[in-house]
């Protein structure tokens, strides 16, 4: 336990830096993971009361925990008003081939966005209070209140629960052009995860998704925090 203790601290200076940090940790069970998140900060568990959530296939529908295949880029727990801060993926499994990591700091997706948005009025909409995104149907259903996609140094973004039911056309250009910056950028960085290998996000201004991939055995196990400790 000592040595996870050890990476994860050095992971967590990483992450004040840059958004984002790999390191290798060691569990022997799911239990173990579960201690030692309790250990290092202060886990969510208030999507169906699980701290530890496991990112595996199930089938060919759901939330990008549950299938196979590509997730865009985006930050977690948009269909709550309060995202969690943080994120930690560690992988039990990785696939075969395929299933990397990606990671974008919104700082370097600023200047891809002033290619998009031309000078005209996408920025300030962005920032406006005025977006909301569904929340699944496990979760309680219903949109989120509005918020802004860029708020200060921060971001939230998902595309695909994205709520455009009411939006005028210059929201949906906003939207279209922020898409486009976010899907085109060419500071996305890839990540090959191996087994024992975490990713530590911070999900205040880092997107993060993943390529394609079929293996049916790759897992992944997440846990979000409301605080990690220092």
Avoid at 81 to 102: C, K, M, Q
Avoid at 113 to 126: H, I, M, Y
Wanted: aromatic fraction near 8%.
């Amino acid at each position: 336990m000592r040595r996870n203790l050890v990476a994860f601290a050095a992971a967590r200076a990483s992450c004040e830096a840059r958004g984002f940090a790999v390191t290798q940790l060691d569990f022997t069970s799911s239990a173990d993971l579960h201690a030692f998140a309790h250990l290092v900060g202060r886990p969510s568990s208030r999507d169906r009361n699980r701290a530890v959530w496991s990112v595996r296939p199930r089938g060919s529908m759901g939330k990008f925990s549950m299938r196979a295949g590509p997730a865009d880029l985006h930050t977690d727990s948009t269909y709550h008003d309060r995202p969690e801060p943080f994120v930690l993926l560690y992988v039990e499994r990785p696939a075969a081939h395929g299933g990397e990591s990606l990671v974008l700091h919104v700082d370097d997706l600023r200047a891809d966005l002033d290619d998009a948005q031309a000078a005209d009025d996408t920025e300030p909409l962005l920032r406006a209070p005025i977006w909301r995104w569904q929340r699944p149907p496990a979760f309680g259903g219903g949109p989120t209140s509005g918020h802004p996609v860029l708020d200060g140094s921060g971001v939230r973004w998902r595309s695909d629960n994205l709520v455009m039911d009411g939006a005028d056309d210059s929201q949906r250009r906003a939207a279209s052009r922020f898409a486009f910056a976010v899907e085109n950028s060419r500071a996305v960085q890839t990540l090959r995860l191996d087994r024992g290998d975490a990713l530590l996000i911070d999900n205040r201004c880092v997107l993060h998704g993943r390529t394609e991939f079929a293996d049916p055995t790759r897992l992944l196990h997440r846990i979000r925090f409301w605080e990690i400790s220092r």
